[in-house]
């Protein structure tokens, strides 16, 4: 049983900074993908970044710049640190983990930017 658990979502004003954190427990491949997304009210789940084991990462558009992703592969996990804040980064972002056939999903945290 694989289990991701965020943190570190919380209220902040634009121009501030927020880093979430995910930590996966259970049987997990070595070699994987993990990832943030995130889902605002009324919008689809979109991807935010992804980084592999061997730190290959990726962002959306919409975010390069003032994200970064990381990982600690010996602790199995993953971070995202979001500078420069802006009212529409505000969504629930949900850590991911995937491998071959298998994708995880953890439980989601709010973050909400505003004055």
């Known amino acids: 049983q694989v289990q991701l658990v965020e943190s570190g979502g919380g209220l902040v004003q634009p121009g501030g900074s927020l880093r979430l954190s995910c930590v996966a427990s259970g049987s997990i491949f070595s070699i994987n993908v993990m990832a943030w997304y995130r889902q605002a009210p009324g919008k689809e789940r979109e991807l935010v970044a ?10 959306a ?7 970064t992703i990381s990982r600690d592969n010996a602790k199995n996990m993953v971070y995202l640190q979001m500078n420069s804040l802006k009212p529409e980064d505000t969504a629930v972002y949900y850590c991911y983990l995937t491998w071959g056939p298998s994708v995880y999903w953890g439980q989601g ?3 909400t930017v505003s004055s």
């Open 109 to 111: 945290t709010q973050v």
């Open 50 to 59: 992804s980084i592999t084991t061997g730190d290959r990462q990726t962002y």
């Open 61 to 67: 558009d919409s975010v390069k710049g003032r994200f």
